[in-house]
């Protein structure tokens, strides 16, 4: 009875009847601040609350993975930019909200549990490689935090790797002829671009696509080129179009690796960028920003939209911007080119340019002529 009272002194809203009967109080709420709580009689409200604060106790003394969880997010949070923040907010709802693992006590998780945990989720949700690691880091990541608050004594994923996940994994390989523009659909949007000058000279998406053909850059970086970073013979390429989830709006920023690079301007580049220039000046569309239109600079889903509405037209199967990058990269390196230089003009490591952007592109009478050469030799 003592604790009963303790409990209701320490309740900070009062418990009181209304002229409807009713008896009537609040409890905290994580969204609204407060929620009314109404029941017939005073003792039914008593034993509410007090169920409420005894479990709020017993989840304090029982130090879950949730807590850990949001404790290591307040710092994680501050390193990260607002969109990684809701992206965490949004695999938080996905992974672990009202799970009875995310109540667990983290003193009692063991590495059955993890796995049990991993596998249940990667199986559920049809979870591809990349997704599972990620499941996998956030788990990590508050166990290290509590380990490193000595709450527990040792990393009980220290056995447990990824990759032992990937076969419960859902995997999603798409052929090479989806990842890549073939020399026949190429010349096909090639010719479309140029009756699309004719037909509709005015219309600035066109020439934006074109430009992602001829250099395999991030639609971010076309999106945010500007006039400035033009010379006669380089292209710095130094910012990138960004989107903030959360405020829902565009914004320039650094490129995807934070360095600046340099792409050289060759003849077509050149006469595509004079032929911009002029357009744009024509309708009063120039600005800072080399694609612009009455609207002002043209953000990224637009030009990457302008390539698909363009593949719907022609019959050709729907590609987007990154399989122009992809493309650009995997024709270089059929013709010779170095993963170091190759590397170099996309912006990004030599490890990811062999893994993601490489295939091969060669015809199978190349491959003939290839096979030819060896032959004789021998």
Not at 81 to 101: A, G, Q, W
Not at 216 to 231: C, F, N
Request: charged share 30%; glycine share 4%.
């Amino acid at each position: 009875m003592n604790k009963r009272k303790n409990i209701l002194s320490e309740h900070k809203w009062k418990i009181s009847q209304g002229k409807d009967g009713f008896w009537r109080t609040y409890l905290p709420d994580e969204i609204k601040g407060r929620k009314m709580i109404k029941k017939n009689t005073k003792r039914e409200v008593e034993d509410i609350v007090i169920k409420y604060y005894k479990n709020l106790d017993n989840k304090a003394k029982s130090r879950t993975f949730d807590d850990f969880y949001w404790k290591w997010r307040q710092v994680q949070d501050i390193t990260v930019v607002e969109n990684s923040v809701e992206k965490y907010n949004t695999d938080y709802k996905r992974y672990f909200l009202n799970t009875d693992f995310s109540n667990m006590c983290i003193e009692d998780i063991t590495e059955y549990e993890i796995k049990m945990f991993i596998i249940s989720k990667v199986k559920s949700l049809k979870l591809c490689n990349k997704a599972c690691k990620t499941l996998f880091g956030y788990i990590h990541n508050t166990l290290l935090y509590a380990k490193r608050k000595k709450i527990i004594n040792e990393d009980q994923m220290e056995n447990l790797t990824t990759k032992e996940f990937y076969k419960y994994c859902t995997q999603v390989q798409k052929p090479k002829e989806k990842k890549l523009v073939s020399s026949t659909d190429m010349k096909l949007l090639y010719q479309k671009f140029h009756n699309d000058y004719i037909k509709k000279p005015g219309y600035i998406p066109t020439y934006a696509v074109h430009l992602a053909s001829y250099t395999g850059m991030r639609v971010g970086e076309i999106s945010a080129l500007m006039w400035d970073s033009i010379t006669d013979e380089y292209i710095i390429i130094d910012k990138s179009e960004k989107y903030n989830r959360k405020t829902k709006e565009y914004y320039i920023d650094k490129t995807k690796n934070g360095k600046e690079r340099i792409f050289p301007v060759t003849e077509e580049i050149k006469t595509l960028l004079l032929r911009v220039k002029k357009e744009e000046e024509e309708r009063g569309y120039l600005s800072d920003f080399v694609f612009s239109n009455e609207n002002g600079r043209i953000h990224a889903p637009v030009i990457s939209s302008c390539l698909k509405n363009k593949c719907r037209q022609l019959g050709i199967d729907e590609k987007g911007i990154h399989a122009l990058r992809k493309t650009f990269n995997s024709k270089m390196k059929c013709n010779g080119v170095s993963t170091t230089v190759a590397a170099s003009l996309l912006g990004h490591s030599e490890e990811v340019n062999e893994k993601y952007y490489t295939f091969d592109t060669s015809s199978l009478k190349e491959k003939n002529n290839i096979v030819s050469q060896v032959n004789k030799g021998s």
